[in-house]
């Protein structure tokens, strides 16, 4: 529910070991609150979710970097809250994989949109165990480019076992794409 809005009802997630879905509806029909759900920062009115014990990673829309930290300083610091080794070399890699380890160095306040949510989303590319990993509006601000990357970082984690659920207002084309509709749901 948001307010006395109900966002939707019937509906029936289930993320499979090596799959891609594509979570699809308009502004305010209730992608975010969904991925928030499932990734336990907020509650269901009724339902449940139910997990097989795979690790989760949530990226959401906001990048949730600190502006006072080198760009290599807050990958770190995530890592660090994912219960990873957060050395040198793993984060340099990680934002190699990204196109923006020449940046690793400079404040997070002094990097463009997309360079932020290419930071953002290094912090998947820390780890290379299967998880599901919930992202909300994963290409947003990137180019060309950084999309092709973060495309390679979705397909790779399928590949290896792990399953994704994502939501994005642009175009995806990824291997194994499954859309849903939240639409159909309201």
Not at 94 to 113: C, F, K, N, P, Y
Not at 173 to 182: Q, S, V
């Amino acid at each position: 529910m948001r307010g006395r809005r109900r966002l939707f009802r019937d509906l029936d997630v289930a993320l499979e070991r090596g799959s891609i879905t594509w979570l699809r509806g308009a502004n305010g029909s209730g992608k975010t609150s969904l991925l928030r759900i499932l990734a336990g920062v907020s509650k269901p009115e009724s339902g449940e979710v139910i997990c097989d014990g795979t690790p989760v990673a949530y990226l959401a829309h906001a990048n949730a970097l600190k502006d006072d930290l080198t760009l290599g300083e807050a990958l770190a610091f995530h890592a660090r809250l994912q219960g990873l080794d957060a050395e040198p070399g793993q984060v340099r890699t990680a934002l190699e994989r990204l196109g923006i380890a020449d940046r690793a160095d400079a404040a997070v306040r002094t990097l463009s949109q997309g360079q932020r949510r290419r930071g953002a989303l290094a912090r998947l590319a820390l780890d290379d165990m299967p998880r599901v990993w919930l992202l909300d509006e994963p290409f947003d601000a990137l180019d060309a480019d950084g999309i092709e990357r973060a495309a390679a970082l979705v397909e790779g984690n399928a590949a290896r076992g792990g399953a994704v659920l994502l939501t994005s207002h642009q175009a995806v084309e990824l291997a194994r794409l499954r859309p849903i509709d939240l639409g159909a749901h309201a």
